[in-house]
């Protein structure tokens, strides 16, 4: 006769399958809790990527607007249409962003805004058109820092990643 049991051996199966059980869970929790955290970083550097896309592009034809206005001697430029224009996108970057890309973003704003309401006061012995021009010429100046805040909070380098570097044995 063995020393062991008849109930041992069900037991010791009982106790391997719900260890196997518990192992299987927490990698399950593990795996999810790790895919969830990807979908998040993505969703968050998708949203503030587009944020910072449509702010620029508002942007960047609101100045063209304006050199095209300032070229052709035409009328003075409608601040509504501006802040309607520029609004919705400057809302979304202002919940969105860090301080940094929020300030940039503000300042092109503010310089832009300035222009569209005539150019504010200009400075002692300077033509009015000249004072325009000249903040006119700034915006791209002030666009640079909005965009290199957003190249550092999104990560965005100018070079490409490097490569894996695969090693193969040949023995």
């Not at 518990?22 to 399950?28: E, H, R, Y």
């Not at 300032?70 to 962003?97: C, T, W």
């Not at 004072?131 to 290199?148: D, G, K």
């Amino acid at each position: 006769m063995s020393p062991i049991p008849w109930w041992a051996l069900p037991l010791v199966a009982v106790v391997f399958a719900l260890a196997g059980a518990g192992v299987a869970l927490l990698v399950q929790a593990r795996t999810d809790y790790a895919r969830s955290r990807y979908r998040r970083t993505k969703r968050w550097y998708t949203e503030r990527k587009s944020a910072y896309v449509d702010l620029m592009s508002v942007f960047e034809r609101v100045v063209y607007r304006l050199r095209a206005g300032n070229f052709a001697g035409g009328r003075e430029p409608d601040p509504m249409i501006y802040l309607e224009e520029v609004g919705p996108a400057l809302a979304q970057v202002r919940l969105l962003a860090s301080g940094p890309v929020r300030s940039a973003a503000l300042a092109v704003h503010l310089l832009l805004e300035k222009l569209h309401a005539g150019g504010g006061p200009t400075p002692p012995g300077v033509e009015p058109q000249k004072h325009s021009r000249e903040l006119l010429a700034q915006v791209p100046l002030i666009m640079q820092e909005l965009e290199v805040a957003i190249r550092e909070e999104l990560e965005i380098r100018p070079e490409p990643p490097q490569r894996a570097v695969v090693r193969q044995d040949r023995t």
